[in-house]
């Protein structure tokens, strides 16, 4: 089992950036694949981006690419979502999951077997 808790959400005015954190324990995650989705007020859940942990390459969503960034640091065993430019539709719950490694790309949900339980991203105009 992989037990996920997201931090860092928050209040923040269009343009500025917020850094949401994903720290995993349980399981050593080096060969999982950590993917972060959004979910917004009566919408579907959304791929924001990914990382593979092992080979730290990420790929991100059309909507965030430029402005998103995902990064890991071993040492904490932790993932981040860096966020800049936000715009008032960035406004949503981020969830961070993960799933072991296999060739991806992984952009849906239900291609995950783990989540976090969200933190509130709110983009004020």
């Known amino acids: 089992q992989v037990q996920l808790v997201e931090s860092g959400g928050g209040l923040v005015q269009a343009g500025g950036s917020l850094r949401l954190s994903c720290a995993a324990s349980g399981r050593t995650v080096s060969n999982y694949i950590m993917g972060w989705f959004r979910q917004g007020p009566g919408k579907e859940r959304e791929f924001v981006g990914a990382i593979s942990w092992s080979a730290g390459s990420s790929y991100y969503a059309d909507s965030v690419k430029g402005r998103f960034a995902i990064s890991r640091d071993n040492s904490k065993n932790t993932v981040y979502l860096q966020m800049n430019s936000l715009k008032p539709e960035d406004t949503a719950v981020y969830l961070c999951?993960?799933?072991?490694?296999?060739?991806?790309?992984?952009?849906?949900?239900?291609?995950?077997?783990?989540w976090g339980q969200g933190t509130q991203v709110t983009v004020s105009s």
């Open positions: 999951a993960a799933r072991q490694w296999a060739p991806g790309p992984y952009t849906r949900a239900n291609q995950y077997n783990y």
